[in-house]
Structures are given as C-alpha cells and as structure tokens.
C-alpha cells in the first residue's frame, strides 16, 4: 500500500488529479514523489505536499488527514482502491474503475464519473453523481453508497448507475435525470425529480414535495426493489422499505419532459 500523508492543512486548494493507483503501478516512489500538483497558482512535486512511503505497485493508495483542502482524490481513477477520510471538492470525478473509499466528501463527488464505486461512510456535499455545469450528463456508470446525508441536485442529469443515500437528500434530487436508480432513503428536499426523463427514485419517506408537473399512477410493490435493498443491505443501508408487504405509490413524471420517470414512496 502507498501513504500520502499531507504534511500540513492548506488554506489555498490543492489540486490532485491523476494520483490514482492505475497511474502509479509502473511508478518508483522518488518517481511519485516527484509528480506534479497544484497548490493556488504554483506546481510543485507532490513530495513537498505529501510524506510517500510504501509500494506504488500494491494499486493501493491511503491519503491521510484532513483533506477538505484537496481536490480531485480519485479523480479520473480506472483501477485500484483508494482510501481517505475527509476530503475536498470533485473526489472520483469521472471515474471509470476501481473502489473510492472515504469518510466524508464535497461538493461534485463523482460527477460524471463512468465506472467504478464510491463508498462514503459519512456525508457528502451538493451534486453527488450530477454533470458539470454546461454539460449534458451527469453519472453514467458506476454506484455511489453514502451512508450520512447528501446536499442539492443529487443525480442531477444522471444517465446510467446507482446512487443511494441513507439519510435525507437536498432539493432538486435527480433533477433533470435521463436513466439510472436513485434510492433517498431518508427523504428528499423539494422540486424532487424536476425535468427528468426517465429512471428511478425510490423516496423512503412520504413526506414528498413532487413538481406538479407528475401526476399519480398506482399503488404496488415493485419487483425490483428486492433485489436491490439486498444488495444495499451488503452497505447497511436499511429502509423499512425492505418490508416485502410494504405498498408504494408511483407517480409518473416530468410530464413536461415525456413523462416517463418514476417516482415511488412509501404509502
């Protein structure tokens, strides 16, 4: 396993991209220590951010400290495993592969990422999975876990995957969404769903504030949902949902995008 320890917290940005287990395997580590990073407007060699000890080739990476001030972590990654505990903006921005695995995360976690799974055990910020701003999609691969909250515009222009989020959502859940699964186990903000053209929600409360632009289907039980709260039990992520006799009502929407989303909570 390879250890980037940041030596101190900064409080001008640093930017990460492209440290990824993949990138490095073929790596000696003076060869990683001599990689460069943004720090503001300056590169540096990720040695003067960073103490480097162990083996690039174990396609294993651990960031240690507090990196709320660190951009990118896992961004673009193919292959491999990362580790880390609080860490910045864009964390796993367009994955393709490998495992992100972090305690907490910022605004963009995953965006637009292709492939691979995302992991938090804590929570994340605003547009988790969604596109860049100007861009015509958001996630379309890949699984992003996260057991706490999550901010805004969760799944915002989602094409394909899966996001499922533990505790509550912010507003403007899978605004805009093309496909893909959004489970918001603990409930959503308002506008859930707005401007989306096909796919999945799944809301575990019933508190929910659809646009009025979705209209009532039917009540029933999906079969799916099974399935996927076994796979989401492997994450303990549990919902009363489970509950085989639990009914839910689907709502069909954003009718003024075709209308073909679906909206299920609980009755």
Request: charged share 20%; with cysteine.
């Amino acid at each position: 396993m390879l250890t980037l320890a940041l030596r101190e917290t900064s409080r001008i940005p640093i930017e990460i991209e492209g440290i990824t287990p993949d990138r490095l395997l073929s790596l000696s580590l003076d060869d990683v220590c001599q990689l460069p990073v943004r720090i503001g407007n300056r590169t540096v060699p990720l040695g003067e951010l960073f103490a480097v000890v162990g083996d690039p080739a174990d396609a294993i990476i651990h960031f240690r400290g507090n990196l709320e001030c660190v951009k990118g972590i896992g961004a673009d990654m193919a292959s491999g495993r990362i580790v880390a505990e609080q860490v910045g903006i864009h964390a796993g921005a367009r994955m393709t592969g490998g495992t992100l695995e972090l305690v907490s995360a910022g605004n963009w976690l995953g965006a637009e990422m292709r492939g691979g799974r995302i992991v938090v055990s804590g929570n994340a910020g605003n547009s988790v999975g969604g596109a860049y701003l100007g861009s015509r999609l958001g996630m379309s691969g890949g699984e992003i876990i996260v057991l706490g909250y999550a901010g805004d515009e969760v799944g915002n222009r989602m094409r394909r995957g899966l996001i499922a989020v533990n505790g509550r959502c912010g507003a403007f859940a899978g605004a805009s969404m093309i496909a893909g699964s959004l489970f918001a186990l603990g409930g959503v903000g308002e506008r859930a769903g707005a401007g989306m053209k096909r796919g999945t929600i799944v809301v575990g409360t019933p508190d929910v504030e659809l646009p009025r632009s979705f209209g009532f289907s039917c009540e029933y039980r999906p079969s799916f949902l099974g399935i996927y709260f076994r796979y989401l039990a492997s994450f303990h992520l549990l919902s009363p949902l489970q509950n085989p006799s639990q009914v839910l009502r689907c709502y069909r929407g954003d009718l003024l995008t075709g209308g073909r989303g679906e909206v299920f909570v609980p009755v």
